[in-house]
């Protein structure tokens, strides 16, 4: 039973590291407290799937461009001092939102230019701190050090979800809001604790040219770039969220605190996958872990969208938003599958990214990491929200999850080389 359990280690050998992942795991709850948050206040403004939809497009542009520049920032400049100056940075975004909704603004428009900002910040922040993991870790103890990232990331699911569709019932936006900032505010603390960590290796000054550095290191390292496509195919073809506020309101009924259960539900899987991930770190076939992983995700959200498909509601007609159906319980089930298997999937890249990455190019393959695994979902919220809007939440869902399947099963016939990939020999 222990071999099956959580591997600690990392938390106990450093004690840097054991403040940083506090701080990751703080933010991360807070984050995902808003990303609900802004989702359903969206909703409540526009009664439309579309524009919930449209929060991952005005996300989508600075991750993709600060991921990339912001990677270079990270590797030319200080680590420890650029997370704390985009967690400030992030605080006084999360005051706004705060501050928007005490005021009772109403405006659509705000809610769409601070998700912006706020995931500026983040696409620079993120690569900064999982670079620094390697610094403070040695390389045998990174699967493990992962495993509890994939922890940290369903405490944020579980918890900032959760709380999300309480608080909002009970309390209001303005308070959800402020409960974010409070959150953040403590996690500064942590990684203001962290020691110096200037650059390592060769240096070059963060510009295009670094850029273009670490996207031509890509290109020639095709089992690190299929981590990246897989996990696009399935961010892309078979993210559900977008699709949660309207399956609350039309289909399962209950409200914003079903909204907060599926979502839950995805990071109750996640916790479950970590909690048993002992094992993860005595398994050598990892490309071929990260494939079938990724499967196990589309085959999940199709069964979502099946389930929905199976409810009275889902043959058309309309729900009351009042007491949930009992389908919730299903899909609450074919969530947490999902969520097990993208912990999986997350595990395995994140360790074939930094087995096989030089500390001076580390912080720019983050950066590309985080557009991928940051962005590829707020794409997913358009391309399954417009879908949503033409053929309804439940077969969006499926024809989502199995487009997700046919393209990873595609993608790793054509690069067998992945699925041969042996974390004792990596190459890259």
């Known amino acids: 039973m222990r071999r099956l359990l959580l591997d600690l280690t990392p938390l106990r050998v450093s004690v840097p590291y054991r403040r940083l992942w506090i701080g990751i795991s703080l933010s991360g709850i807070g984050t995902h407290l808003t990303t609900v948050a802004v989702g359903l206040q969206v909703y409540d403004l526009t009664d439309s799937t579309f524009s919930v939809g449209l929060v991952g497009l005005f996300a989508l542009g600075p991750l993709v461009v600060l991921g990339l520049y912001g990677g270079s ?125 200037p650059p390592e290796g060769r ?54 605190t079903t909204v ?9 899987g996640s916790f479950l996958a970590g909690l048993l991930s002992g094992p993860l770190g005595h398994v050598r076939r990892q490309g071929l872990a990260v494939v079938v992983a990724v499967v196990g995700w589309g085959l999940a ?44 999937s997350a595990v395995f890249r994140q360790t074939i990214l930094q087995a096989a990455t030089p500390d001076e190019l580390r912080g720019r393959l983050q950066g590309v990491f985080i557009v991928v695994v ?15 809007e033409v053929s309804g939440e439940a077969l969006a869902a499926v024809a989502g999850g199995l487009l997700c399947v046919a393209v990873v099963v595609t993608l790793a016939l054509a690069q067998r080389r992945f699925l041969r990939y042996d974390a004792l020999h990596p190459a890259p």
């Not at 918890?159 to 209001?172: E, K, W, Y």
């Not at 496509?229 to 699709?243: G, I, K, S, T, Y």
């Not at 319980?329 to 947490?336: E, G, K, L």
């Not at 940051?374 to 949503?388: E, F, I, K, T, V």
């Open 73 to 197: 920032i990270v590797d030319a400049h200080d680590r420890r001092r650029i997370v704390i100056l985009t967690s400030s940075g992030l605080l006084l975004v999360a005051t706004a939102f705060a501050v928007q909704a005490w005021l009772d603004v109403g405006q659509v428009w705000l809610l769409y230019l601070l998700v912006a900002a706020q995931n500026g910040l983040f696409a620079i922040n993120s690569p900064a701190r999982a670079a620094i993991i390697p610094r403070l870790l040695p390389m045998r103890l990174l699967p493990a050090a992962n495993a509890l990232a994939s922890m940290s990331t369903s405490l944020g699911l579980t918890v900032g979800p959760l709380l999300a569709g309480v608080l909002i019932d009970q309390v209001g936006y303005g308070w959800t809001y402020s409960i974010e900032a409070v959150l953040l505010t403590v996690a500064l603390t942590t990684v203001m604790a962290l020691p110096p960590l």
């Open 203 to 256: 240096f070059r000054r963060a510009g295009l040219t670094s850029v273009m550095e670490g996207l031509s290191y890509l290109r020639t390292r095709p089992n690190v770039r299929m981590t990246f496509l897989v996990d696009l195919a399935a961010m892309v073809l078979a993210m559900p969220r977008v699709l949660f506020p309207a399956v609350a309101a039309t289909l399962l009924g209950g409200g914003s």
């Open 260 to 268: 907060g259960i599926l979502v839950s539900g995805v990071a109750a």
């Open 374 to 388: 940051a962005g590829g979902p707020r794409l997913g919220d358009l391309a399954l929200g417009s879908m949503a």
């Open 301 to 344: 959200v199709a069964a979502f969208g099946v389930v929905l498909l199976l409810t009275p509601e889902g043959h058309g007609g309309t729900g009351d938003g009042g007491d949930a159906h009992w389908a919730l319980w299903p899909a609450v089930v074919c969530m947490a599958l999902a969520g097990a298997a993208d912990t999986v």
